[in-house]
């Protein structure tokens, strides 16, 4: 909800500068913006359906309402930056007025302001373990990075004079690259989520070690993992004393 609100305000901010201003850079982060508002809302209505509790037509819960919501927002992400970019090199083929040095000021404020969303977004996607809320704090650093590069783009074009009037559009040509390249690298967790992908090597052998400090346990032959909402589904493969009864393997 604090990132919507604090999208909302930004978005209407730069969209006025950049109209303003003549700056297509900050227009593309203004859009930027919106999408972020969507995806994060999305975000929230997919953790929202995530934490409900198994019912008669979903047995196994509805985790997987999660990762879906992540690729989601990463797909949104790559749709932004296939836009941005088109319109940069439009921008780009024709000719247009210099941009006014106040949008550097609004940049800058937006940069940090958003890299602060960042860290807190993503710092609270750690504690959760959560794909989606990680992807949409993602989301606040691309915008801050392209907000960054948007400022080069207009300094340039402020600093070089006639023939620098397109520098924040070459801006606007980079950021969007950086958004699709974030978009790819979100998208995959989520997916893999989705497919029932393993687990990291790390993960299996920290659930391989806590099933050897089992009483019994011998060794662990096969770790079988699979994200089941917040939490993982895990088979394994145990070597059990000979003497060990049926009820005690499976307690195990």
């Known amino acids: 909800m604090l990132g919507i609100f604090v999208n909302g305000t930004l978005a209407t901010a730069k969209f006025i500068g950049g109209i303003l201003g003549n700056s297509y850079a900050l227009i593309a982060d203004a859009v930027e913006s919106m999408t972020d508002i969507f995806s994060s809302f999305v975000v929230w209505r997919g953790l ?10 979903h047995p196994y819960g509805h985790g997987k309402a999660e990762p879906l919501a992540a690729s989601f927002v990463s797909l949104t992400l790559l749709a932004a930056a296939l836009g941005i970019a088109i319109q940069a090199v439009r921008e780009i083929l024709r000719p247009h007025l210099f941009p006014s040095p106040f949008t550097l000021w609004v940049l800058l404020a937006v940069a ?34 392209t907000s960054a590069a948007a400022g080069i783009g207009i300094a340039i074009a402020l600093w070089g004079g006639k023939g620098y009037e397109s520098a924040d559009d070459w801006a606007a040509l ?59 589904w895990v088979d394994m493969h145990l070597e059990v004393p000979k003497n060990m009864t049926v009820e005690e393997a499976h307690a195990i």
Request: glycine share 4%.
């Open 174 to 232: 980079f950021a969007s690259g950086f958004i699709a390249w974030n978009g790819m690298r979100l998208l995959k967790p989520a997916v893999d989520e989705l497919i029932h992908a393993l687990p990291s090597e790390a993960l299996q052998k920290e659930i391989a070690a806590i099933a050897l400090s089992c009483n019994g346990v011998l060794a662990v032959e096969k770790v079988l993992a699979r994200k089941t909402g917040f939490v993982y």
């Open 48 to 57: 929202s359906v995530a934490i409900q509790p198994p019912d008669s037509n």
């Open 112 to 145: 940090i302001i958003k890299e602060s969303l960042f860290r807190f977004a993503f710092r609270v996607g750690n504690q959760t373990s959560s794909s989606a809320v990680r992807a949409d704090a993602w989301h606040h650093r691309s915008d801050a990075i």
